[in-house]
């Protein structure tokens, strides 16, 4: 038995031994909008959120950011900033959910929903699936926020707390020479007169990180 245990043992050894390492990184992209530059996306607009340009107010609409002749890699970390404004209300109907959607070349890497509603004893308090995919519901509102301090831009204004801010980082295997990064919502907001001063969103610093092991 003991010969049998030290001969799997010696077997597990180049198994278990073989890490592997990050070889380099490489910032592929970086922007944090103060120069308006919208070079390589598709679909945005430059707006400003508490003193500083962001790409945004985005409602019922999305953005595309293309890049070419990546250098050799074999994982992408995507990092960015991402601002809800107003009167996200989660999955509470009539017009719920409110998703918000992160696609890499194509293919959906975040589905979620956010609330952005104070919980107040009497009052509903609508969930959110965020930190997970829609259609987990079980998380309070503005659950994994970065920041809940922040004023709303437009029916939640006059709120201290009418914007919250995520910070999302997701690393994820990937090894073509180009990539594709889109941001969207999925809105039901045909009853309002004016949706994107209902409930918006935006994003800002974003940085793609090209890394090789």
């Not at 945005?44 to 990546?70: A, H, R, T």
């Not at 509470?92 to 409110?98: E, I, K, N, V, Y």
């Not at 104070?118 to 926020?145: F, T, V």
């Amino acid at each position: 038995m003991k010969k049998k245990i030290l001969s799997l043992i010696v077997f597990l050894i180049p198994f278990l031994s073989c890490k592997q390492h990050v070889h380099s990184e490489v910032v592929i992209y970086n922007n944090d909008f103060e120069s308006s530059d919208l070079t390589n996306i598709t679909g945005g607009i430059i707006g400003q959120f508490n003193g500083s340009n962001v790409m945004g107010q985005f409602s019922n609409g999305d953005f595309v950011l293309s890049l070419n002749n990546l250098p050799a890699h074999d994982l992408i970390t995507v990092s960015f900033d991402l601002y809800i404004h107003d009167n996200w209300r989660g999955e509470l109907l009539p017009d719920g959910p409110a998703i918000w959607e992160m696609l890499i070349d194509g293919g959906p890497y975040i589905n979620t929903t956010f609330s952005n509603l104070d919980c107040k004893e009497g009052n509903i308090c609508p969930p959110q699936s965020y930190p997970d995919n829609y259609p987990n519901n079980n998380h309070n509102p503005r659950s994994g926020a970065y920041r809940t301090d922040l004023p709303g831009v437009c029916s939640m204004k006059t709120s201290p707390n009418g914007t919250t801010m995520y910070k999302i980082t997701k690393t994820f295997k990937h090894a073509g020479n180009s990539i594709s990064f889109e941001c969207l919502d999925k809105l039901d907001q045909k009853d309002y007169p004016d949706p994107k001063c209902e409930k918006s969103w935006s994003v800002d610093n974003i940085s793609i990180k090209a890394i090789s092991l």
